[in-house]
């Protein structure tokens, strides 16, 4: 019982940052791994709790008024679908060879929400407006593709395209990004459960922790807006480039 309130802990903790900043991943899947679970098992079983984290997220800014709706009902099923392939394509491919690449765009990234100013409420364009649709099209399936295939920095990509592309201010940026979250974890979920890599005994537990800690994390981008989320977001770049370089010169030195 022990094993299993620690991983709940870090459930929670995971869901919250995860809820403003994506990188959740960084504290579930090492605490699973730690907790004994093989590779394949610990990434089915993270899946199976952080769709719930995503949901509870999404249910928050969505309760806000903060999610584009009517862009969310072709982004929702384009994740799906880019997520499912995405897995089945890291049945095929080792992701290992991403990380040089993800690990620079992950910089970029960290410097343009950094450093861009996102456009005031008032001068933000509507995702379904023209070009932007085929924008939003584009990155949701692809990056819903890349969540299933290798997953670091699913939702930073997520933002940076909302807010640089498609001019969104980072609260609403945030927001929409968990539409395409929550559609390429639901697709990830059913992919690894059919080849029965979740282990439900503790995806459960955490998926409960996982609830409370989006909806929390959520309701602290809501309330302390634009300044609190780009902390956040430059936190988690800074976490991924770490964790990726590390996993670089790891993979190198055993080479």
């Given at each position: ?21 994506g990188?959740?991943?960084?504290v ?7 907790a ?39 982004a929702?099923p ?73 997953g ?37 979920v ?11 005994k ?21 309330r ?32």
């Open positions: 019982m022990g094993h299993i309130a620690a991983l709940c802990v870090a459930a929670a903790f995971a869901g919250a940052v995860d809820a403003v900043g990188g959740g991943g960084l579930t899947v090492p605490a699973l791994l730690a004994g679970l093989p590779p394949h098992l610990a990434l089915g079983t993270n899946k199976g709790q952080s769709v719930f984290g995503s949901g509870a997220a999404l249910s928050r800014y969505a309760h806000a008024g903060l999610v584009d709706r009517e862009a969310a009902r072709f929702f384009l994740a799906i679908a880019g997520s499912a392939a995405g897995v089945f394509l890291s049945l095929a491919i080792r992701p290992e060879v991403l990380r040089p690449i993800v690990l620079v765009l992950l910089v970029v990234a960290g410097v343009v929400v950094l450093v861009v100013r996102p456009p005031a409420e008032r001068d933000r364009q509507e995702i379904l407006a023209g070009r932007a649709a085929v924008i939003w099209a584009a990155a949701a399936l692809g990056l819903g593709a890349y969540d299933g295939f290798f670091p920095g699913t939702g930073t990509f997520l933002i940076l395209v909302l807010v640089t592309l498609l001019h969104r201010p980072l609260s609403r940026a945030t927001a929409d990004a968990k539409v395409v979250n929550f559609g390429s974890n639901v697709a990830a059913a992919v690894f459960a059919s080849r029965g890599a979740v282990l439900w503790l995806a459960l537990p955490m998926a409960g922790a996982q609830l409370v800690g989006g909806f929390l994390g959520a309701h602290l981008a809501v302390r807006g634009d300044r609190f989320i780009r902390g956040v977001v430059v936190l988690v770049v800074v976490a991924l480039v770490v964790k990726i370089a590390r996993d670089l010169v790891i993979g190198r030195s055993h080479s």
